[in-house]
């Protein structure tokens, strides 16, 4: 019932930025998990980001291979969360999908891992030219 539109993908130069939103319909997501997941053709979904919700609050963790250059946040209030891109690499083409949680909080490890999550946007495609 839960839905999730992504949006803000497009093309890019190498070393440029990029800010995707994800806007949820049915919920506010004000205090559950949320992720962005990525997949390259001929690649499987990958983490990418995840803002992680517990009774300590929110902890961010990335995947090595985009950390220190994207950032994940959420405004409650719009139902919607960004994942802000810079310096843009050509390996960072693909399609880029946000997800939601309906439980709580299990592991920090969890989140890294698709099956975590229980609501999927369609997807918006980044490129980034060399």
């Known amino acids: 019932q839960v839905q999730l539109v992504e949006s803000g993908g497009g093309l890019v130069q190498a070393g440029g930025s990029l800010r995707l939103s994800c806007v949820a319909s049915g919920r506010t997501f004000s205090s559950r998990t949320v992720g962005w997941f990525r997949q390259a053709p001929g690649k499987e979904r990958e983490f990418v980001a995840a803002?992680?919700?517990?009774?300590?609050?929110?902890?961010?963790t990335y995947a090595d291979s985009v950390k220190d250059r994207f950032t994940i946040s959420r405004d409650n209030a719009k139902n919607t969360v960004y994942l802000q891109m810079n310096s843009l690499k050509p390996e960072d083409t693909a399609v880029y999908y946000c997800?939601?949680?309906?439980?709580?909080?299990?592991?920090?490890?969890?989140?890294?891992?698709?099956?975590?999550?229980?609501?999927w946007g369609q997807g918006t495609q980044v490129t980034v030219s060399s």
């Open positions: 997800a939601g949680t309906s439980t709580g909080f299990n592991s920090y490890r969890s989140y890294t891992q698709g099956r975590a999550y229980d609501y």
């Open positions: 803002l992680i919700i517990s009774w300590n609050g929110g902890r961010t």
